[in-house]
């Protein structure tokens, strides 16, 4: 199994999830209520609505880490 699958498998807060994101470069552009949109140079600005206690779930992660860049290792 790889090591993404067993990762994704579990659920991840999503405060957990920006902090990894704020880590790699992306930063808060603008903010209305739980929705945040990251920017984050050469690549498309992202919006991140979770609110921080929420679990973020396997497929949803997986879609985060498509468009952001995320590694596992990150997390």
């Known amino acids: ?6 990762t994704l498998l579990l659920a ?10 704020q880590r790699i470069g992306w930063s ?3 903010q209305a ?3 945040k949109t990251l920017e984050r140079t050469g ?3 992202y919006v991140f609505s979770f609110h921080d ?6 497929k949803m992660l997986a879609r ?6 995320l590694e596992l290792s990150d997390l």
């Open 53 to 58: 206690g929420d679990e973020i779930g396997p």
């Open 1 to 6: 199994m790889s090591r993404w699958l067993a």
């Open 64 to 69: 985060i880490v498509k468009h952001t860049g």
């Open 28 to 30: 808060i552009k603008r």
């Open 12 to 21: 991840t807060k999503a405060s957990r999830v920006l902090a990894a994101l």
């Open 33 to 35: 209520s739980s929705h």
């Open 43 to 45: 690549w498309k600005d």
